[in-house]
């Protein structure tokens, strides 16, 4: 048998990419796209492949801050250049709203020499800007390394509280402005953020993620808010689950958003929020959730910078499932 002419050999070897990329599942979007297309098997399992318990001893209660070294505070340190500072805390929220229902409670009194002030504030939801420890949520019974999820007592969390980040978080922060990356000013609620969308900024930014960064996430959550109102929490743009596996791989230290992180709905059946789950339960990274983004985004757009210092000192609370922050972006 006789071969076909090289122009014909090409050509139906084109023909065959054409048609293979018909076939579901060959296409390079769809290999994408697949992790997507995520159940609560998948969670299940990845909460195990993904896992850091154990890794820095059985006794561990700092997960990943263990990831932010002398070394990587030095070099944070270093990114100081300009030498002004951003706070990336939203002013307390006083009134009732949908995404509000436990306003900030701020009482004054009087004295005979001046006022006193008395604060109130149920600070975990989507109001008012504060560090979620790992303590805060469970997945089948267990906590960050095994721990069994404490009970709730008068003392508060016995094991991976607050308390543990006492002295602080600072680190090489990273922001991913994803409003910027897709050409708009704010990401509609629900919208989910793939990984794909994390590579394509740090393409864009000409900035990778890396071992002990904190990673900021942008959705202009707080843009949205100003220009339509405040809504109801049932939806956010965040992460989708399938970003954990890419965090994981970049081993970062922290993880914050101007949302809760995660996307709400998560898009995966019986599953509300997994990104909190894969953070907390299975990687031990801190989460800073509600944080107030878009000075800091003009601010690293002007600089065309998008990494920095980032500190931030939670309140000591012994046994406690968080703190309210505000968090202090340096360049």
């Known amino acids: 048998m006789n071969p076909l002419p090289l122009p014909l050999t090409i050509s139906c070897l084109w023909l065959g990419l054409a048609l293979l990329s018909l076939v579901p599942g060959a296409h390079a979007a769809d290999r994408i796209a697949a992790p997507r297309r995520m159940t609560a098997a998948d969670i299940d399992r990845w909460m195990t492949e993904l896992s850091n318990w154990g890794r820095w001893g ?49 009482t004054l009194s009087h004295t005979e020499t001046g006022m006193s002030d008395t604060y109130g504030v149920t600070y975990h939801g989507m109001a008012h800007t504060h ?23 008068a003392q508060g969390a016995a094991r991976c509280s607050v308390i543990q980040i006492k002295n602080g978080l600072f680190s090489r922060a990273v922001l991913m402005d994803v409003p910027r990356l897709r050409g708009v000013e704010y990401l509609e609620p629900g919208t989910a953020i793939y990984p794909e969308d994390l590579e394509a900024w740090e393409k864009k930014a000409r900035t990778k993620v890396g071992r002990g960064d904190i990673v900021l996430i942008r959705t202009g959550r707080w843009a949205r808010r100003s220009s339509k109102g405040p809504w109801s929490e049932n939806q956010y743009a965040g992460l989708h689950a399938s970003c954990a596996k890419w965090l994981k791989g970049r081993d970062i230290a922290v993880l914050g958003s101007d949302a809760a992180s995660d996307v709400f709905p998560s898009g995966i059946e019986g599953v509300e929020a997994p990104v909190h789950q894969f953070m907390l339960v299975c990687l031990g990274v801190p989460i800073l959730d509600n944080l107030e983004m878009e000075t800091l985004s003009e601010a690293a757009n002007a600089l065309h910078r998008w990494e920095f210092l980032l500190t931030v000192a939670p309140l000591a609370v012994q046994g406690g499932t968080g703190s309210p922050i505000n968090p202090i972006a340096t360049f």
């Open 131 to 153: 560090l979620d420890s790992l303590c805060h949520m469970a997945y089948r019974g267990k906590i960050y390394n095994g721990f069994p999820f404490p009970e709730i007592t």
């Open 58 to 106: 059985k006794n561990d209660e700092m997960g990943a801050i263990n990831l932010i070294t002398p070394e990587r505070r030095r070099r944070a340190a270093a990114l100081v250049r300009e030498g002004f500072s951003i706070s990336l805390a939203h002013n307390v929220e006083k009134e009732k709203a949908p995404d509000n229902p436990s306003p900030f409670q701020h």
